[in-house]
């Protein structure tokens, strides 16, 4: 299919390199020759240029938000393609999608030229129920944007303490990515609250400052996974 492009991010840029062509400012109208537009814009520019494009021709459109819905592209037809993997906003581009799951919705026509795009691409196609996709989209915030942030929090308190740069992000790497996998693989979690050791949980709050509050959240959530020991429980809860 003759596919335009709309969006000079990450996420555009890349698709547009794997489709060969040069990706379109948002001001700008694809061909009339051109079949699939993807929209490669911020969640809240979609509808808007979703609707000012059905104005002006008749194509197919695609957006790459994993939250939006297939109504923010009404009036024709329409799917999504997502992946569920980091953009950065660096200027290299991904050689491929290295396997990363990609969630699809919408017309069963676009959807299977999205799913052979995806293969040839690297990535995993999986067709996402529309009322679903919400939820998915914020199990990715958990996986990405919330651990990424945690992951920056402890290099960060690492660096404070004394460790290099260098160091720190070596153990926070090692740290992270053996414990995800263990997690993942359903050997369990690790940590204090885990293991009921309330006198190393007490030392960690006394020295954390402001990433206290952050620490006692994280340290219950544990608790959906893996039943706290109530003592443990009763001090995440407490209020200094």
């Not at 906003?89 to 799951?101: I, M, R, W, Y």
């Not at 959906?224 to 009763?234: E, V």
């Given at each position: 299919m003759r596919t335009a492009v709309i969006g000079k991010g990450p996420v555009g840029r890349f698709v547009a390199s794997r489709l060969g062509v040069t990706p379109l400012g948002r001001d700008v109208l694809p061909a009339s020759d051109i079949q699939v537009v993807v929209l490669a814009v911020?969640?809240?520019?979609?509808?808007?240029?979703?609707?000012?494009?059905?104005?002006?021709?008749?194509?197919?459109?695609?957006?790459?938000?994993?939250?939006?819905?297939?109504?923010?592209?009404?009036?024709?037809?329409?799917?999504?393609?997502?992946?569920?993997?980091?953009?950065?906003?660096?200027?290299?581009?991904?050689?491929?999608?290295?396997?990363?799951?990609?969630?699809?919705?919408?017309?069963?026509?676009?959807?299977?030229?999205?799913?052979?795009q995806t293969l040839m691409w690297g990535g995993v196609p999986v067709c996402i129920a529309e009322d679903q996709a919400v939820a998915i989209h914020a199990a990715c915030c958990f996986a990405a944007g919330f651990t990424a942030s945690v992951a920056a929090h402890a290099q960060t308190l690492m660096e404070s303490s004394g460790l290099s740069r260098d160091h720190a992000r070596r153990a926070v790497e090692c740290l992270s990515s053996s414990a995800m996998t263990q997690a993942l693989q359903g050997l369990g979690l690790t940590g204090p609250a885990i293991r009921g050791d309330l006198n190393t949980l007490e030392a960690h709050l006394e020295v954390l400052g402001p990433l206290a509050p952050l620490y006692r959240a994280l340290s219950l959530s544990m608790d959906?996974?893996?039943?706290?020991?109530?003592?443990?429980?009763?001090r995440l809860r407490s209020v200094d």
């Open positions: 911020p969640d809240r520019a979609i509808a808007a240029l979703a609707a000012r494009l059905r104005q002006h021709g008749q194509w197919t459109l695609v957006h790459c938000s994993g939250a939006c819905s297939l109504r923010d592209l009404a009036g024709g037809p329409a799917a999504v393609w997502h992946p569920m993997r980091a953009f950065t906003s660096t200027d290299s581009v991904p050689n491929d999608l290295d396997g990363a799951v990609v969630g699809l919705r919408g017309d069963s026509d676009v959807v299977r030229w999205l799913e052979q959906t996974h893996h039943p706290l020991d109530s003592r443990i429980k009763a």
